[in-house]
């Protein structure tokens, strides 16, 4: 079987396809698209956790710094070393025949202090659910709290 | 086809391709070797190299008192190390090291010059030094001086910012972070908290690499625990306590303060005592003890309160009651007098208080019989723990009818406070009980438990023993044990004891512009074969105002030198206590409350 010149012309002749050319541009596109996301998700992700390590350092940081303020405050108001101030300024501790006491007639005493009726009358978590749920409504600012007149002293 | 071309194929070529072969076999057992014999091994290995892992410790909780003096809490101290062939210029290095660790300039150098592989150059040091070391590091750093080899450690430790203020109601914890005594031992578990851990990759440095969020699991600290006491109130106990016992000359002493109606511990001071923070002096090794509640003594005459009470309350005498005293009295085979051998004659029940008559309590011992005495002495507490949140409590020592110790004799000296062992906190709690109308309350000294994250309280019953200790959140609230006398005994009794006391124009005890309630005691301190001949033990307990008990006190001396008598040595300590706690309590006198 042989083939004329047109016809090898013809064979030789290129088609383009362009539905398959258009179909491997978007496959390329879309893995160069993906692969994008990917870099940019992850380069994100390390910058994020790079701020993270960085503030959770800070945050230990400024905790250490504050536990040693505190105790620096805790030695200087001592009451040892108060009452020493206190004594070089001059200050003497009251007695009781330097007390002047006034008598306010038909004054009512102020009740014992008792805890804020929220927390008295909070209700009981019966289970680890019910506690995790109270606390995310906490967080998130709705409060589960009984209504307040329930909650006489 | 392989085979044809191969057999075809000139022999150097077959050398070279069975070579590779031979090779490519030898590559693949040895891959096979390593991922499928040693992956344990190796993955092991690679973990450790990449993975990432640290404690992040937990702070112990803070213990203050209850208006916010710090008395215990943790801080971070560093370990500064140098690796001396790592430091390059350790004069320069020494320069600038030096005045911030404040050290000389030549013992810095020394060290960096040391042949040692490693060397500490400070050690405890704070936080805020730790930063002026590392920023320094980090100058020269800048500066082109490689400092490698420097190195900062950071660990916590236990610190005392009031030193010995309080510190056998506080404890302390060793470097080992092991808890010792009060409250550090008691609410060891509370206090600890939970280290957390941080975990992620690691470069070649041991550094976490930021690829990812590290997963991480934060320190939970320690509660913070907040104790009854007040601070202005503990002061003015130890400062007294400190007086009387330099004056008098005595080995020691306790002072307790108690608000009557709760059971809440005001102050509690005992010397001698020694600074929290130098725990690790041998010399301090047994001041930290508490022996307002684990050492015993026997009370003498304070327990007189208790045996009239118990008389009161059992119906066998009442207020108006009269005796004859003949001035001594004999039960059991032994003879007992009245103080300084008195022979009062004819006396009531105020007498008996004012004059401390052990003739008349001994009758009232013996009128109640064996079985009632001790079971109201029981009522009241001693012989048993109070369970009050302390380490180390002991229970005392009360003996009973039919225990083998117990002889007819023992009876009459237990009615005024000898052969019987208490410690100072059953005493006051008990002569307490009297004040608060007859109801005995359980002793606290944890007023609240916060949590390091105290968003949410909740209500909780903590079982505890056979008691229910209710609490709301983590605070305690006031328990009453039972009562031991009828409220109408008390009243009568806090009328007899205000008067044996107001009686006397001249009583040490006496706290002008009010009425008090109490009763001395000089009890004499047994020995192997008998008491001891030369030294007493002065006390006195009691608890103002008298029509409306707010605060009870007790002041316990041990071996004054100057007087053995409690009406001399610790009655004026009462006095000096009770007038700077009713102004600090803004309690008004009776004149104004009337």
Same mark, same amino acid.
């Given at each position: 079987m042989t083939m004329n010149n047109a016809q090898v012309v013809d064979s030789l002749e290129v088609h383009p396809n362009f539905h398959l050319a258009r179909a491997w541009l978007v496959l390329v596109g879309l893995i160069a698209l993906l692969g994008l996301l990917y870099l940019t998700q992850s380069t994100q992700a390390t910058l994020t956790g790079k701020r993270l390590v960085s503030l959770q350092e800070r945050l230990e940081e400024l905790r250490r710094e504050n536990a040693q303020l505190e105790y620096e405050i805790g030695v200087l108001t001592a009451p040892q070393r108060l009452a020493e101030r206190a004594t070089r300024l001059g200050l003497r501790p009251l007695t009781p025949a330097q007390a002047r006491y006034v008598v306010i007639k038909d004054f009512v005493p102020l009740p014992p202090a008792m805890p804020p009726a929220s927390v008295r009358n909070a209700?009981?978590?019966?289970s680890t659910f019910d506690l995790v749920w109270r606390e995310l409504m906490l967080r998130l600012g709705w409060h589960t709290s009984e209504p307040s007149a329930a909650a006489s002293p | 086809m392989t085979t044809a071309v191969l057999s075809r194929a000139p022999l150097r070529m077959r050398i070279v391709f069975l070579t590779l072969v031979a090779a490519g076999l030898i590559l693949a057992a040895r891959l096979f070797f390593i991922q499928i014999i040693e992956m344990d091994r190796y993955s092991h290995r690679l973990s450790d190299q990449v993975q990432f892992q640290a404690t992040l410790p937990a702070r112990r909780g803070d213990i203050v008192t209850a208006?916010?003096?710090?008395l215990a809490t943790d801080v971070f101290v560093y370990t500064i190390r140098a690796t001396p062939r790592d430091i390059q210029q350790p004069e320069r290095v020494a320069a600038t090291l030096a005045p911030i660790l404040g050290q000389s300039y030549d013992a810095v150098l020394a060290k960096l010059r040391s042949a040692d592989k490693n060397v500490i150059l /400070?050690? $405890?040091?704070p936080h805020t030094v730790a930063r002026l070391v590392q920023n320094a590091k980090e100058r020269l750093e800048k500066e082109?001086? +490689?400092?490698?080899g420097l190195e900062m450690h950071v660990h916590l430790k236990r610190v005392y910012?009031? %030193?010995?203020?309080a510190a056998q109601v506080v404890g302390y914890v060793n470097a080992m972070r092991d808890p010792a005594y009060g409250i550090e031992q008691e609410f060891d578990s509370t206090l600890r908290g939970t280290d957390g851990r941080i975990s992620g990759l690691s470069d070649a440095l041991r550094d976490l690499i930021p690829f990812a969020v590290p997963l991480s699991q934060p320190a939970v600290n320690g509660s913070r625990i907040v104790l009854t006491l007040s601070s202005s109130i503990q002061r003015v106990a130890e400062v007294e306590l400190g007086t009387a016992v330099r004056e008098t000359r005595a080995s020691g002493g306790t002072i307790i303060v108690l608000d009557?109606?709760?059971?809440? =511990?005001?102050a509690m001071a005992s010397l001698p005592v020694a600074d929290l @923070?130098?725990? !690790?002096?041998p010399a301090n090794a047994?001041?930290? +003890? %508490?022996? +307002? =509640?684990?050492a015993q003594y026997?009370?003498?005459?304070?327990?007189k309160i208790i045996t009239v009470a118990c008389a009161l309350d059992a119906g066998i &005498? @009442?207020?108006h009651s009269v005796f004859e005293d003949s001035g001594s009295i004999s039960i059991g085979g032994r003879t007992f007098n009245n103080p300084? @051998?008195?022979?009062?004659?004819r006396v009531n029940l105020t007498d008996v208080l004012r004059l401390s008559l052990n003739v008349e309590a001994v009758k009232l011992g013996v009128g109640l019989g064996a079985e009632r005495f001790y079971r109201c002495v029981r009522d009241f507490?001693?012989?048993?723990?109070?369970? =009050?949140?302390? /380490? %180390?409590?002991v229970a005392g020592k009360v003996k009973s &009818?039919? *225990?083998? $110790?117990? #002889?007819? /004799?023992d009876l009459a000296a237990n009615t005024f406070g000898q052969s019987i062992a208490v410690t100072p906190l059953q005493m006051i709690m008990a002569v307490s009980a009297v004040a608060n109308h007859g109801t005995l309350m359980r002793p606290y000294i944890v007023q609240e438990i916060q949590p390091p994250q105290s968003a949410s309280l909740v209500s909780v019953h903590t079982e505890s023993g056979t008691e229910k200790h209710e609490r709301w959140g983590q605070r305690t609230l006031p328990t009453p044990v039972?009562?031991? =006398? #009828?409220p109408e005994v008390a009243r009568t009794l806090t009328r007899l004891l205000a008067d044996a006391i107001m009686?006397?124009?001249? !009583?040490?005890?006496a706290v002008p512009g009010y009425r008090i309630a109490g009763k001395t005691g000089t009890a004499q301190i047994p020995i &192997?074969?008998?008491?001891?001949p030369r030294w007493t033990i002065a006390s006195f307990a009691g608890y103002l105002? +008298? *029509?409306?008990?707010r605060i009870a006190i007790l002041v316990k001396i041990d071996k004054?030198?100057?007087?053995?008598w409690g009406s001399e040595v610790a009655a004026p300590v009462f006095a000096a206590v009770a007038k700077q706690v009713v102004i600090l309590l803004g309690i008004p006198p009776d004149s104004a409350r009337q």
């Open positions: 209700p009981q978590p019966s | 208006d916010g003096t710090l /400070a050690q $405890e040091v082109g001086v +490689a400092l490698g910012p009031a %030193n010995a203020f009557v109606k709760t059971g809440a =511990i005001l @923070n130098a725990f !690790h002096d047994d001041k930290y +003890a %508490n022996p +307002a =509640i684990s026997e009370p003498g005459s304070v327990f &005498v @009442n207020a300084n @051998n008195l022979v009062p004659g507490g001693f012989g048993s723990l109070t369970r =009050i949140e302390l /380490a %180390n409590e &009818v039919g *225990d083998g $110790e117990w #002889r007819e /004799a039972r009562q031991v =006398i #009828r009686g006397e124009s001249s !009583h040490r005890a &192997v074969g008998g008491l001891d105002p +008298a *029509d409306d008990p004054p030198q100057t007087s053995p």
